[in-house]
C-alpha cells in the first residue's frame, strides 16, 4: 500500500516549493502569460509531472500579494485581456533564497535516499536468503514449519525490525 507524501495543507510541501521556484526562474528569463507558464514548467522539467494549471495560477497569486512577481493586463488580439507575469526583486530574492535552502538539503536527501535503497535491498536479500531456506526445510522441521506460514509482508516487517534493532546497536 502506497504511503502519501507529508504534506503542508492538503498538499505535498516540497512539491509546492518546487513550482514556486520553477516559476520564479521562468519569470526571471522572461515575463509570461499563465499559460505559457503551466506549459514551461513541465517542458523545461521544472516540476516532475505536469502541474494543473490552476495551481499555478494560485502560486502566481500568492506571489503576487507577497510581491514577488506582478502581473498586469495586456489586451489579447484574439480574446479576452491577459495577465502577464514578471519576477520582482523580492522575487530574486525569494529565488536566491529557495536556491540557498535547496541546496543545504541537497546532501541530506542523496544520504537518505541511499540510506533507505541500502536498507530496501537489505531486505529483499535477507527475504531471498530465508525463501531459500524455506524452500529446503522438511515440514517436520517446527522452526521452519512457523517461518513457511507467515506472509511475505510480515517476514519483511520482522526483518526491517531486526535491522534498526541490530543498527541501534552499532
Not at 130 to 137: D, G, H, L, P, R
Amino acid at each position: 500500500m502506497r504511503q502519501a507524501a507529508p504534506t503542508v495543507g492538503r498538499r505535498p510541501a516540497l512539491v509546492e516549493g518546487i513550482v514556486e521556484v520553477g516559476l520564479l526562474i521562468l519569470l526571471g528569463e522572461t515575463d509570461s502569460y499563465g499559460y505559457e507558464l503551466v506549459t514551461a514548467l513541465t517542458r523545461r522539467g521544472l516540476v516532475p509531472r505536469p502541474v494543473p494549471p490552476a495551481r499555478v495560477y494560485e502560486a502566481l497569486r500568492r506571489l503576487e500579494l507577497e510581491g514577488a512577481v506582478l502581473s498586469r493586463h495586456e489586451l489579447s488580439p484574439s480574446g479576452p485581456e491577459r495577465r502577464r507575469y514578471a519576477r520582482t526583486s523580492a522575487g530574486t530574492r525569494r529565488l536566491s533564497n529557495w536556491v540557498e535552502a535547496l541546496r543545504l538539503t541537497e546532501h541530506s536527501l542523496r544520504t537518505v535516499l541511499d540510506a533507505y535503497e541500502s536498507q530496501r535491498k537489505e531486505v529483499i536479500s535477507m527475504c531471498h536468503k530465508t525463501s531459500t531456506c524455506q524452500c529446503e526445510a522438511t515440514p517436520a522441521s517446527e522452526e521452519h514449519g512457523h517461518a513457511v506460514s507467515e506472509s511475505l509482508e510480515a517476514r519483511v516487517a520482522r526483518l526491517e525490525a531486526e535491522l534498526r534493532e541490530s543498527r541501534s546497536h552499532d
